[in-house]
Structures are given as C-alpha cells and as structure tokens.
C-alpha cells in the first residue's frame, strides 16, 4: 500500500515524518510540498533572516542527508491538485496518484490579501515564505521609507528589522492598538512605546484605502488621514487557512479543516495538523481553535504520529507562542480574550508579565523579555495548577517555587 502521505513540508509535515520514525513505523512516509527544497523554518523569515543573521542554509529544519538516512521521500516543488477519500490516494498536479494508508493533511496557511486597488503594485510585499523573504530582502536595499499595513506580529517584526536599519518605518493598524488579538492592553502599550523609541510611527484605527503609485507603490491611503508616502509597503494582516484541498474532498470545514481531539478528521483515514486544522482545545474551555504557531505544529505532529504508532493520546498541550522585535522577546502561554482579568508582574516596560484569569482561573501569562516566567507559565498551565492574582503580583512571591512544587 501507499503507507503515510504528508501534504505540506512545513513544520509540521517534517515533524509528522520524524516523529513516525522516532515511533518505530517502518513503512513509507511520503511528504509533498509546493514549495522547491528541503523543508525550513519560517519563524526566522521576519527577523534573522532579513537582517542577515542566518542564510537559507541556517533556516534548514535537518541535514540534507536525514531524510534519505530516515527513510522519508520529500517530494518538493508539487502540488496536491486533489484528495479521493474512497480510493485513498492524492491526485498530483502532473497527473499522478499517489496511494496512502492515511494522508496527513499539514497544508498551513496563506497571506490575506489585502483588498484594496493598488494592491498588486511592484513594491507591496507580502511575507511568509522564503521566496517572499528572498524579494523583501532584495527591496530593502534600495528604499528609506516604508509602510507596514498590520501591527501583528510579522508586521511589528519587520518594523523593528526597518528601524534598526534606520529606515523611515510607519505602521498603520485598523484596529485601536497593536497585537490587539493576541495580548492585553497593557502588553499592547509597552510594545508600541518601544517600537516608538525605537523611531518607528505607529497609526491605530486607520482603514486603508488603496496603495498609492501608478507603475510601483509610493504610499498607502488613509481614509481621511491622508496618504502614507513609502517606497515599500509590506501587507501583514494575517493568513487565511489552506483547506480547499480538503473542502473539496467533503471534509467539514470550521475556521479551518475540522478536526477531533485525536486531530482526526471526519474520515478516519485523515488527519489534519498545523495552521490549516481547527481543533476543541481544553486551553479554550473546549472551543475549537485554529493556532498559529511552530508549537502546535510541532506537538499536533507529534499527537498524529504516536496515534499512528499505536499510543493514542488527546491533544492537549498548551499552546505557546513567541515574537522577537528588536530589544523585546515577546512569550505568551495559555489562551485569553478580551474580557479575561490582567494582573501585571513587575512595571510594564522593558520587562514584565501579565497573567490573565478568567473566573479566578489562571488561563494565561503574557511575558516581555521574562523567559522564566514564561516557562512557569507553560508549566502551570499544562498540569491545571492555578495561582492567586495576589500571588502573581507580589514581586516577592517564589514562582520558581511554587511551580515545582504545585505543578
């Protein structure tokens, strides 16, 4: 038969291969990807990468030789044209078919587009592969002034790369604050001071209009504010799940593709992990959740692959998740949302944490440039062990302490 199919190279595919060999399976693992080489981490696209701290050597999940010494058949530069669930095999765009045991669908996400005119002009970049990467990288060497549509965190990412390069750097944000989906607002105003200081502009509650610029980009229009003038723009407003391949094939889609607990699909002869999957999380009160993040990659893979090795397990990891910005490194463990109580721990700033509580609850840690706090966090929250907001924001209370010996 046609053993273990991954569609995607990212992340999680690779993780998937990896961790089916580490789990003793012995027959073929198949991992097909649209994009040319060996897989590779994203993360460092937005930060070391366009600084030139690494290459694309550096950004290289393995060796070359891993996959031929672990048995893994990376299929690079095709692409999954369709999915037939009875006859259990992917259609190749070339025509071909694959068969599999069980398909893996790992097939992430792709930028949101930004749908305004002007849009497609030379110079609007978008970032999240290493092609896109390679064109930015190119363009900032030519440009003083840019602008960032989108104060998420690959938008606030390339804003710190252009400030420490002393480009003319403006962030403009439709909602009222920066990250506003993804931390509190005290954590929101500590992290726009600093890209402040840093001498980036940021503009909230500003709605584009349109990308400036005839034969290339000069700006970016504000609805009654005026035009940004840039002579780069990069559009970062999120990413939209990759599930058509599944949708078509009659997967129940949800924010994504739809999955249970054991990250299985309403077939169970497919999986889905990663970026595309939304799955009921317990750090959600039992919501489903779509994540985007290397760690749910990276732990879904590994849930997938010891189900397929006979040690079946619920997903329950804790989800975490990391920025780096220039000076800052931002952690967050646990899930919130807007209404959830914050406590600060230690003066916003340069260095604090805020955790979060629901119902008295302890559901989540937000942590600038406190890698401890964020790894207490992580641990709390994985064993359920909750602390008092006056325990959290007592200066003097032992976290180190009281993890060890309550988680």
């Given at each position: 038969?046609?053993?273990?199919?991954?569609?995607?190279?990212?992340?999680?595919?690779?993780?998937?291969?990896?961790?089916?060999?580490?789990?003793?399976?012995?027959?073929?693992?198949?991992?097909?990807?649209?994009?040319?080489?060996?897989?590779?981490?994203?993360?460092?696209?937005?930060?070391?990468?366009?600084?030139?701290?690494?290459?694309?050597?550096?950004?290289?999940?393995?060796?070359?030789?891993?996959?031929?010494?672990?048995?893994?058949?990376?299929?690079?530069?095709?692409?999954?044209?369709?999915?037939?669930?009875?006859?259990?095999?992917?259609?190749?765009?070339?025509?071909?078919?694959?068969?599999?045991?069980?398909?893996?669908?790992?097939?992430?996400?792709?930028?949101?587009?930004?749908?305004?005119?002007?849009?497609?002009?030379?110079?609007?970049?978008?970032?999240?592969?290493?092609?896109?990467?390679?064109?930015?990288?190119?363009?900032?060497?030519?440009?003083?002034?840019?602008?960032?549509?989108?104060?998420?965190?690959?938008?606030?990412?390339?804003?710190?790369?252009?400030?420490?390069?002393?480009?003319?750097?403006?962030?403009?944000?439709?909602?009222?604050?920066?990250?506003?989906?993804?931390?509190?607002?005290?954590?929101?105003?500590?992290?726009?001071?600093?890209?402040?200081?840093?001498?980036?502009?940021?503009?909230?509650?500003?709605?584009?209009?349109?990308?400036?610029?005839?034969?290339?980009?000069?700006?970016?229009?504000?609805?009654?504010?005026?035009?940004?003038?840039?002579?780069?723009?990069?559009?970062?407003?999120?990413?939209?799940?990759?599930?058509?391949?599944?949708?078509?094939?009659?997967?129940?889609?949800?924010?994504?593709?739809?999955?249970?607990?054991?990250?299985?699909?309403?077939?169970?002869?497919?999986?889905?992990?990663?970026?595309?999957?939304s799955h009921p999380s317990p750090h959600a009160d039992g919501a489903r959740v779509r994540l985007e993040s290397v760690q749910n990659a990276v732990d879904g893979a590994r849930c997938v692959a010891a189900r397929l090795t006979g040690r079946p397990a619920a997903y329950t990891a804790v989800p975490w998740f990391w920025s780096d910005q220039g000076p800052l490194k931002l952690q967050i463990a646990g899930l919130s949302t807007p209404a959830d109580a914050a406590v600060t721990r230690g003066a916003p700033g340069a260095s604090f944490?805020?955790?979060?509580?629901?119902?008295?609850?302890?559901?989540?840690?937000?942590?600038?440039?406190?890698?401890?706090?964020?790894?207490?966090?992580?641990?709390?929250?994985?064993?359920?062990?909750?602390?008092?907001?006056?325990?959290?924001?007592?200066?003097?209370?032992?976290?180190?302490?009281?993890?060890?010996?309550?988680?």
């Open positions: 038969m046609g053993g273990i199919v991954v569609v995607g190279t990212g992340q999680g595919g690779f993780q998937l291969g990896a961790s089916l060999r580490e789990g003793g399976y012995q027959g073929p693992v198949t991992l097909i990807g649209d994009e040319p080489g060996l897989p590779y981490g994203r993360p460092p696209l937005s930060k070391a990468y366009l600084m030139g701290k690494t290459d694309a050597a550096g950004l290289l999940l393995r060796a070359p030789g891993y996959y031929a010494e672990h048995g893994l058949t990376i299929r690079s530069g095709e692409r999954v044209a369709a999915l037939d669930r009875a006859a259990q095999r992917v259609e190749l765009a070339s025509g071909e078919r694959l068969p599999f045991d069980h398909l893996v669908l790992a097939t992430g996400a792709r930028n949101r587009p930004l749908p305004v005119p002007g849009a497609d002009l030379p110079g609007v970049h978008q970032l999240r592969s290493l092609a896109e990467a390679d064109a930015l990288k190119a363009a900032l060497a030519g440009v003083t002034r840019v602008a960032v549509v989108g104060a998420g965190f690959i938008g606030l990412e390339f804003a710190a790369v252009c400030s420490s390069k002393g480009l003319s750097v403006t962030v403009i944000e439709g909602l009222d604050r920066a990250l506003a989906r993804a931390v509190s607002p005290i954590m929101a105003g500590a992290i726009t001071a600093s890209h402040e200081a840093a001498g980036a502009r940021l503009l909230f509650g500003a709605q584009v209009e349109a990308i400036a610029g005839r034969e290339r980009a000069t700006g970016v229009v504000i609805r009654g504010g005026g035009t940004v003038e840039a002579d780069l723009v990069l559009i970062g407003i999120g990413v939209l799940p990759n599930q058509d391949l599944a949708e078509a094939a009659g997967l129940p889609m949800g924010n994504g593709i739809e999955v249970d607990a054991m990250l299985s699909t309403a077939d169970p002869a497919v999986s889905a992990i990663g970026d595309c999957a944490s805020v955790f979060r509580y629901r119902e008295g609850r302890l559901v989540c840690v937000e942590s600038l440039n406190r890698p401890a706090d964020h790894m207490i966090a992580r641990r709390l929250l994985q064993a359920g062990t909750s602390l008092s907001p006056e325990q959290a924001a007592d200066p003097g209370f032992d976290l180190k302490a009281f993890a060890l010996t309550s988680a």
